[in-house]
């Protein structure tokens, strides 16, 4: 599958490649023909000279260590609860009749719509954070494994009575192979609603150490080389939690298409 999947990715990367060279051209051009104000935009060595400085000087790379523990920690409590509840209402339609419209109704609530609650149950520190994240996470995960788990075929549950299987073989060799698809498209959306929470926990709540706390600073200072350098790591982190869950699902879940 992975030689198939190649040639159909090789043209996808190249017209990446291609758009972000000629977005840094652009850049290079309006910065060299001042065609915008330096104030507002710095140009790409400027942001590489506050890099530099960052690595030898700063705390970027403390605070990339304090957002990455809060993002992950968040995710791991979110997408483990998300799992455990979503599983549970896909298995059980007695339990899905009654719990299942209240999961429906918190779906549908703006995301941070829950920062205020959280703050006043939580407080702003570190505790407040992770529970925005985990918050974030469970979302997609408890609505992918509810629907995988109870859209696993009639053919399948059939097959599995007629071989009188037990419960637990039921699940452990027909249900969650036929769940594993969408319950890796919940991670893949939880992971992604967790970092864009990581970012907004740490914009919205208190100010602490991590990357949310240096885009705070570099607006209160004006610090427009940090603020790019900032939003850039974000990205970059991002496309790297992106692609990492892309091949984890492709390695793991070799029967569903690329």
Do not use: C
């Amino acid at each position: 599958m992975a030689d198939i999947s190649l040639p159909r990715r090789l043209p996808e990367r190249r017209a990446a490649l291609i758009s972000f060279g000629l977005i840094v051209l652009i850049w290079i051009a309006a910065r060299q023909f001042d065609l915008v104000d330096r104030r507002f935009l710095p140009s790409p060595l400027e942001i590489l000279e506050r890099l530099r400085y960052e690595l030898t000087q700063g705390t970027i790379l403390g605070d990339i260590g304090a957002t990455l523990w809060r993002n992950l920690i968040g995710f791991g409590i979110g997408a483990g609860a998300g799992l455990a509840l979503g599983a549970a209402l896909g298995l059980s339609r007695g339990f899905a009749a009654v719990i299942g419209p209240t999961v429906v109704a918190q779906r549908q609530t703006a995301l941070f719509a829950w920062v205020p609650l959280l703050a006043m149950w939580f407080g702003g520190n570190d505790t407040g954070k992770i529970a925005f994240i985990a918050v974030a996470a469970f979302q997609p995960v408890v609505i992918n494994t509810w629907q995988g788990f109870a859209q696993v075929p009639q053919t399948y549950r059939e097959l599995s009575e007629a071989l009188l299987f037990r419960r637990r073989d039921y699940i452990r060799l027909v249900a969650l192979p036929a769940a594993l698809p969408a319950i890796f498209t919940g991670l893949h959306g939880g992971l992604i609603y967790a970092w864009l929470a990581t970012v907004g926990s740490e914009l919205f709540l208190n100010i602490a150490p991590g990357l949310g706390g240096r885009l705070s600073e570099g607006s209160q200072l004006f610090h427009i080389d940090l603020l790019f350098l900032t939003i850039l790591i974000f990205a970059l982190i991002g496309l790297a939690y992106n692609s990492l869950a892309e091949r984890t699902e492709t390695l793991l879940v070799k029967w569903k298409r690329p």
